[in-house]
């Protein structure tokens, strides 16, 4: 069965800077890689996903991920973080072979003016 | 194009009592996804549908909880006799076709609070 760890619960960065939230998976057939994000009393959102081609995923409101097979890794990034970006950031895979999708447990990224 | 509803978007019951979600997907939309999310945790997979049909309730309690998506209307997920451990959020998903690789687009949550 496919599942997903986000090593850390919270990530603090300064506006501006760039930021990176983990995410490794596991899977025992081709990952299919998804990264959401979460505001406060709201639904998930999603920011971009990864099936095959280029490692690197471009998303929206600037993200990108870049998938690593050799290190089962798909770490969402951003040049330069915005206070805006503060929100709960979840990764999620799924294997060609399930119908449920595996979510991390949420990273809780904040980003300080 | 209207998201995914979902309503009521905070429902509360007391214990013993019956809950019911409606979610409304994306239009042109035929594939429905149930999660639940407990306080500070990621999103529990519960149930799969699509139209008249259950395709995988693996994640969904053996007791209380069923699920439907008729020809016409919302899905509905249905918990019986809810108890304070049934307090979560739930969130619809739905997507346009079965594959694997789909994006599933969620609703804005049911947030459902027993007392």
């Known amino acids: 069965a496919q599942s997903v760890a986000q090593p850390e619960d919270q990530v603090n960065v300064a506006e501006g800077n760039p930021l990176t939230v983990k995410c490794t998976y596991s899977v025992s057939g081709n990952p299919y890689l998804f990264w959401y994000v979460q505001y406060p009393n709201r639904g998930l959102q999603f920011l971009l996903k990864?099936?095959?081609?280029?490692?690197l995923v471009k998303g929206s409101y600037g993200f990108e991920a870049e998938f690593n097979k050799s290190q089962t890794s798909f770490h969402l990034k951003k040049p330069s973080a915005l206070v805006s970006d503060s929100a709960l950031y979840f990764c999620a895979v799924r294997d060609g072979n399930n119908n449920d999708m595996r979510f991390g447990a949420g990273t809780r990224l904040t980003v300080k003016p | 194009n209207a998201g995914v509803m979902q309503n009521p978007r905070h429902l509360v019951r007391r214990r013993g009592q019956e809950a019911r979600l409606r979610c409304s997907p994306m239009?042109?939309?035929?594939?429905v996804y149930w999660y639940r999310q407990l306080p500070e945790e990621g999103l529990k997979f519960m149930v799969y549908?699509?139209?008249?049909?259950?395709?995988?309730e693996s994640g969904m309690p053996k007791e209380r909880f069923s699920a439907e998506f008729p020809k016409e209307g919302p899905s509905i997920l249905r918990i019986q006799q809810v108890v304070r451990g049934d307090s979560a959020a739930y969130f619809c998903a739905s997507s346009p076709l079965t594959s694997a690789a789909d994006t599933q687009y969620f609703g804005p949550g049911t947030r459902l609070t027993v007392l």
């Open positions: 239009k042109g939309h035929s594939h």
């Open positions: 549908l699509q139209k008249e049909n259950i395709i995988d």
């Open positions: 990864y099936i095959t081609g280029d490692n």
